[in-house]
């Protein structure tokens, strides 16, 4: 996979893309990052990250998850001796620089995370299912609920799925 282009709506850029706008753990997506790069976390994969994640998240996403997520990008490239994009710096140190989570939080107290349902192929021939490989749901949650939670947000996403394949 390091040699070929990374494509944001084949899997495994499709996984990576889905996880991020889905709010899932840093580690999550590093161990995503590692294996649209082959093992590593290639210049290539920095560029698809940058441009198919936060670029796209910027001024939309909640920053400090991007914080987060980019601080442990960074060291995880650093540490094994890469290079870092001079953009993913950038944007980090902008984070870093211009906003203070606590105002943040204030500001947002719900957060929208975006979950997306895959659809193996041959599976458009049922009249339940939607016509495309791929069905995102925005689910509008508290900041409470990003790190871990009851099983609520898994059971309440569950019933939209259902409730859009049962139409």
């Known amino acids: 996979m390091a040699n070929q282009e990374l ?6 850029g499709l996984h990576l893309v889905s996880a991020f706008l889905a709010m899932e753990p840093a580690d999550s997506l590093i161990s995503l990052a590692r294996a649209c790069g082959g093992g ?3 210049e290539k994969v920095q560029r698809f990250i940058w441009s198919y994640c ?3 998240a910027s001024g939309k996403g909640y920053v400090p998850y991007v914080k987060n997520f980019l601080k442990k990008l960074i060291v995880e490239v650093e540490s094994n001796h890469g290079d870092v994009l001079d953009e993913l710096y950038e944007q980090y140190a902008y984070i ?5 989570d606590d105002h943040l939080a204030e500001k947002n107290k719900r957060v929208c995370k975006y979950i997306t349902f895959l659809f193996p ?5 049922l009249p339940s299912c939607p016509k495309s490989t791929k069905l995102m749901v925005p689910l509008q949650c508290s900041l409470n609920m990003l790190e871990g939670d009851t099983g609520y ?14 139409v």
């Open 54 to 56: 936060i670029s796209e």
């Open 121 to 125: 192929d041959g599976t458009f021939d």
């Open 96 to 100: 870093m620089t211009s906003l203070k």
């Open 40 to 42: 590593s976390v290639t």
């Open 153 to 166: 947000a898994s059971v309440l996403i569950l019933f939209c799925f259902l409730s859009i394949i049962s």
């Open 7 to 12: 494509d944001p709506v084949a899997p495994p």
